[in-house]
T-cell receptor
Framework: AQSVTQLGSHVSVSEGALVLLRCNYS??????LFWYVQYPNQGLQLLLK??????LVKGINGFEAEFKKSETSFHLTKPSAHMSDAAEYFC????????????FGTGTRLTVIP | EAGVVQSPRYKIIEKKQPVAFWCNPI?????LYWYLQNLGQGPELLIR????????DSQLPKDRFSAERLKGVDSTLKIQPAELGDSAVYLC??????????FGQGTRLTVV
């Protein structure tokens, strides 16, 4: 079974500061890992994905995440926050056995302070 | 390429009434998901289809919820009768595989 834990339901950063959103996963098989962003009253949009190729994954809007097997982590970072980054961010895990089930964390709300 | 289309976007119904949500996935995506999202929470899987087969419906409350995916394309999720606790956003997503999902904008259901 797979699951993800997102540490910190709310994160606030100043505009231009580093963004770090934490995600730890649990999986009995090699995982696929994803970060999604959700703006108010919208569906979820894929930011980036790890599918067992490079461990450092670059996504849209300047975000990136690093898969660390030893730490079972997949933290999301962005060097410089922009006001438009304010949103809800979800980490998700699937597995490489082909089951295709996708499990989400509880989300982290990012606030960017001008 | 068109994304996942859901309708309606918003629905307000009285408790004990039936309601249905419709989803048109991205063309060629064999996997279709229905998720439930409560306010301030992450999406929770209700049912997953591979083509027209429901391969995981373990989290679907079958006493009042039902779903179908005719011809392995469009899907409908139904609630009958609706309860106050069903108020939430219902998300549909489709996938080309590997768990990567593309989401529709969701249907916000309010049961009064």
């Amino acid at each position: 079974a797979q699951s993800v834990t997102q540490l910190g339901s709310h994160v606030s950063v100043s505009e231009g500061a580093l963004v770090l959103l934490r995600c730890n996963y649990s999986s009995s098989v090699p995982p696929y890992l994803f970060w999604y962003v959700q703006y108010p009253n919208q569906g979820l949009q894929l930011l980036l994905k790890y599918t067992s190729a490079a461990t450092l994954v670059k996504g849209i809007n300047g975000f990136e995440a690093e898969f660390k097997k030893s730490e079972t982590s997949f933290h999301l970072t962005k060097p410089s926050a922009h006001m438009s980054d304010a949103a809800e961010y979800f980490c998700a895990v699937s597995d490489q056995t082909g089951a295709n089930n996708l499990f989400f964390g509880t989300g982290t709300r990012l606030t960017v302070i001008p | 390429e068109a994304g996942v289309v859901q309708s309606p976007r918003y629905k307000i119904i009285e408790k004990k009434q039936p309601v249905a949500f419709w989803c048109n996935p991205i063309s060629g995506h064999n996997t279709l998901y229905w998720y439930l999202q409560n306010l301030g929470q992450g999406p929770e899987l209700l049912i997953r289809y591979e083509n027209e087969e429901a391969v995981d419906d373990s989290q679907l409350p079958k006493d009042r919820f039902s779903a179908e995916r005719l011809k392995g394309v469009d899907s409908t999720l139904k609630i009958q009768p609706a309860e106050l606790g069903d108020s939430a956003v219902y998300l549909c997503a489709s996938s080309p595989g590997r768990g990567e999902a593309f989401f529709g904008q969701g249907t916000r259901l309010t049961v009064v």
